[in-house]
């Protein structure tokens, strides 16, 4: 069974960070590139970050450029995104997901940041 389970949200203050991890099981995780997207409320979901297979190759949102990174570790079938000076208008729902012929394919359930004072 597919699964990707995202973990690490939560309530921070701006200029706070945060470490968002997806757990993967029941494919070859090392064989997909990896993405995070994330929707906040009364918007459409946005392209947050992408990492190849690998790992050697990322991009990112020009809203999170210089902010967040994403990573993965192969030997523990997990991509993360370490997001640091945070802003409230990074307050959303993230998720985790495969990338299939450039798509999203499977998605996590998400999980809540939400940047206040």
């Known amino acids: 069974q597919v699964q990707l389970l995202e973990s690490g949200g939560g309530l921070v203050q701006p200029g706070g960070s945060l470490r968002l991890s997806c757990a993967a099981s029941?494919?070859?995780?090392?064989?997909?590139?990896m993405s995070w997207y994330r929707q906040a409320p009364g918007k459409e979901r946005e392209l947050v970050a992408r990492?190849?297979?690998?790992?050697?190759?990322?991009t990112y949102a020009d809203s999170v450029k210089g902010r967040f990174t994403i990573s993965r570790d192969n030997t523990k079938n997990t991509v993360y995104l370490q997001m640091n000076s945070l802003k409230p208008e990074d307050t959303a729902v993230y998720y985790c997901?495969?990338?299939?012929?450039?798509?999203?394919?499977?998605w996590g359930q998400g999980t809540q940041v939400t940047v206040s004072s």
């Open positions: 990492i190849s297979s690998t790992g050697y190759f990322t």
């Open positions: 029941g494919f070859t995780f090392s064989n997909y590139a």
């Open positions: 997901t495969t990338v299939e012929r450039g798509r999203p394919g499977v």
